[in-house]
């Protein structure tokens, strides 16, 4: 049996985000992948045995384990022919992600970890499947127990992580978290990668080195994809003309806008709204 539920977020590459959650009580032999994922994923054993391969790595994981799956990483997990597992996950993105992952001491390159001192852990995914509503404070409950999943391993692994490497990665976090809200403030404005560092006070090429570690895409392809996502939210809220839009979200010239709209959503704008209206 399957649970398995989607979550659509309207901001994204914020702090930390949900994507999908739910459960499955596997049947024996069941299999997934191998293929790679969008998402963080987190998944974790509840009852029963299965292998967990990634990285040309494998793991056999039982009862109170649980694994991770980085963005674009190809990994494949199997059931047990006698003791299918039980297992519940999470899957997420975000600014800081990454960085608290790091501070669960979990990585690429170190996906396993064990949770078995209390039913604390089981307790908060089995809340986060059973909300069911789809308002705001519903999505905030959710989102809660995401943070709540996350400190819990946070607490149950942070005695093997450097107190030099939550500085480090700290910091960085700090000044993504800085280049995402000034994007969000200026988004509409005509602004450059350069302006950013000389507003955060660091070097250009540094900055865009710790972005793409933390965020997975350049600066500037997520100011475009960041005025892309505004673009859409206004076609399908607004009755503004193409040209008012494309200036709404910093492009002077529509043309371009057009072009960059229909290279990202594979459709024009106009198409585009159209489609929204069906």
């Not at 040309?56 to 990994?75: A, D, R, W």
């Not at 089995?126 to 509503?133: A, F, G, T």
């Not at 989102?143 to 450097?162: M, P, R, V």
Request: glycine content about 4%; overall charge positive; charged content about 20%.
């Amino acid at each position: 049996m399957q649970i398995l539920k989607y979550v659509t977020n309207s901001i994204p590459y914020n702090d930390l985000y949900l994507n999908q959650y739910g459960s499955e009580l596997c049947c024996p032999d069941h299999f997934q992948g191998p293929k790679a994922r969008e998402d963080y994923l987190i998944h974790y054993v509840f009852s029963g045995k299965g292998i967990f391969i990634i990285d040309g790595k494998t793991y056999h994981l039982e009862q109170g384990n649980g694994f991770l799956i980085c963005p674009k990483m190809v990994s494949y997990y199997k059931a047990d022919s006698h003791d299918p597992w039980h297992y519940y996950w999470v899957g997420f993105h975000g600014v800081h992600a990454e960085s608290f992952l790091r501070l669960a001491n979990l990585s690429a390159s170190h996906p396993i970890f064990n949770y078995d001192k209390d039913q604390l852990l089981i307790q908060h995914f089995i809340e986060l499947i059973s909300e069911n509503d789809s308002n705001m404070a519903a999505e905030l409950k959710r989102t809660g127990q995401l943070y709540s999943i996350l400190s819990l391993l946070i607490q149950a692994n942070t005695h093997t992580q450097k107190k030099n490497h939550y500085k480090k990665t700290s910091n960085q976090a700090d000044y993504v978290r800085k280049v995402v809200d000034f994007i969000e403030q200026n988004y509409m404005n005509k602004i450059t990668v350069s302006e950013i560092a000389d507003f955060i006070g660091l070097d250009r090429s540094y900055l865009c080195s710790i972005f793409k570690k933390n965020i997975h895409c350049s600066i500037q392809e997520y100011l475009i994809q960041l005025r892309i996502n505004k673009a859409c939210t206004l076609l399908n809220n607004s009755d503004l003309s193409i040209g008012n839009i494309a200036k709404a979200v910093g492009y002077q010239d529509p043309f371009l806008f057009s072009r960059t709209f229909k290279k990202i959503k594979k459709v024009a704008p106009k198409e585009y709204r159209y489609k929204s209206l069906f």
